[in-house]
């Protein structure tokens, strides 16, 4: 954990500076320490307190995030043991439509008497605010997932902190340079850095950011448990995250261009991309996101079997499931990321049979729009 840089330094600068030792003769690269024990008298006398490759990496997310930080060995990782901090009997207010993995755990603590849970519609602020009554934590995911809606963290934080909720959100679609909801009011942002952070599809890991007063208890449960980083991701994640900023970029661009230029085409029903669903929508994320992201969400003529078609005929985006790499991925929520919602579940929730969801890359603008049309034309 740490707080602001005391040199000063931009984001961008600083992820580039990360982890770079500075005595004559040192590698540019700080050393993979993978050692599970310590000698006795220092700091760290066990692998599950600490290892070196993480005070770096912590430092410079606490940084982008503008708080404290703590890395896990996965995104579940990090939200199972934020919900462990829960007194017993909690009220949890989340969206209805959170992260599959998210959503079942709720369910299952749910079922095992140690939770309770209140699902609401996260994109309608009044009835939000309205089930914030009496609960413990208000658990936010924006932009959603698949439909990528945009919820009012600023709005639904101060409701929530009326009626004496905190206020957690998962802002693994946006990564802290989209959007910094501890500026907007939340009072724990969650990641799975699986996604954009390490953005290479090879490896796995999670972060909360923070102030320490809530971090503490998080790190407590996490050092305890032993959903600590291992430290071989650690390394892969400080070295992901130089990059992070020329990432981001490119992928915001593809998503942006990839949203135009299906919008248009015959065989799309529909295109998904945060504020595109009306002028309340577009208001919103003009005004708590810096760029939309690389996530567009498509809804496709012919129902599954058009949207099989389509991930079929793919040729440069893979037909895979996840986001945030450098390299484009095409999915249908109702097969990978939806598979536990009942079908009126997905109903009610406009996941339908044709939903394929596109996590734009890196690769060039116009030969991922040309494959894209190359596989819609045929459907
Ligand atoms: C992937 C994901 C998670 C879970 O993270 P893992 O690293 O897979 O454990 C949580 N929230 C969102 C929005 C995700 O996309």
New binding site residues.
């Given amino acids: 954990m740490s707080a602001d840089d005391p040199r000063g330094l931009s984001a961008d600068s600083l992820l580039v500076a990360l982890s770079r030792p500075r005595e004559p003769g040192a590698p540019v690269n700080a050393p993979l320490v993978l050692s599970s024990t310590f000698r006795a008298g220092g700091e760290v006398g066990y692998a599950r307190d600490g290892n070196p490759g993480w005070s770096d990496l912590e430092h410079a997310l606490g940084v982008l995030e503008g708080g404290h930080a703590l890395a896990f060995a996965?995104?579940?990782?990090?939200?199972s043991a934020l919900l462990e901090t829960l007194p017993p009997d909690a009220l949890v207010v989340a969206s209805r439509v959170a992260?599959h993995?998210?959503h079942v755990l709720l369910r299952e603590r749910e079922a095992a008497g140690r939770l309770r849970v209140r699902a609401v519609d996260t994109l309608d602020a009044e009835a939000t605010a309205t089930a914030c009554a009496g609960a413990d934590l208000l658990w936010l995911?924006t932009p959603t997932?698949p439909l990528l809606g945009v919820a009012d963290v600023v709005r639904l934080a101060a409701a929530a902190h009326a009626r004496g909720a905190l206020v957690v959100v998962?802002s693994?679609?946006a990564t802290p340079l989209r959007q910094r909801p501890l500026e907007l009011g939340a009072d724990l942002v969650?990641h799975?850095?699986?996604?954009y952070l390490g953005g290479h599809a090879d490896l796995?890991?999670?972060a909360v950011a923070g102030p320490t007063e809530l971090l503490d208890r998080v790190e407590a449960t996490s050092r305890l448990t032993g959903s600590v980083l291992d430290p071989f991701a650690a390394f892969l994640l400080s070295r992901s995250l130089r990059t992070l900023p020329l990432r981001v970029q490119r992928q915001n661009e593809n998503g942006r261009a990839v949203a135009e230029a299906l919008a248009g085409h015959a065989a799309v029903e529909s295109v998904h991309y945060p504020g595109r669903g009306g002028a309340e929508q577009e208001e919103i994320a003009a005004r708590q996101m810096r760029g939309r992201g690389g996530m567009v969400t498509i809804a496709v003529r012919g129902g599954g079997a058009g949207a099989k078609r389509f991930l079929h005929r793919l040729q440069l985006v893979h037909p895979a499931a996840?986001?945030?790499g450098v390299e484009s991925l095409a999915s249908v929520p109702r097969e990978t990321s939806h598979t536990h919602l009942s079908e009126a579940d997905l109903k009610s929730r406009g996941i339908s049979e044709g939903l394929v969801r596109l996590s734009l890359g890196i690769e060039d603008t116009e030969d991922l729009i040309r494959d894209l049309r190359h596989a819609l034309d045929a459907t």
């Fill in positions: 996965s995104g579940m990782a990090a939200a992260y993995g998210v995911e997932n998962d693994t679609l969650l799975s850095a699986t996604k796995m890991a999670g996840s986001l945030g």
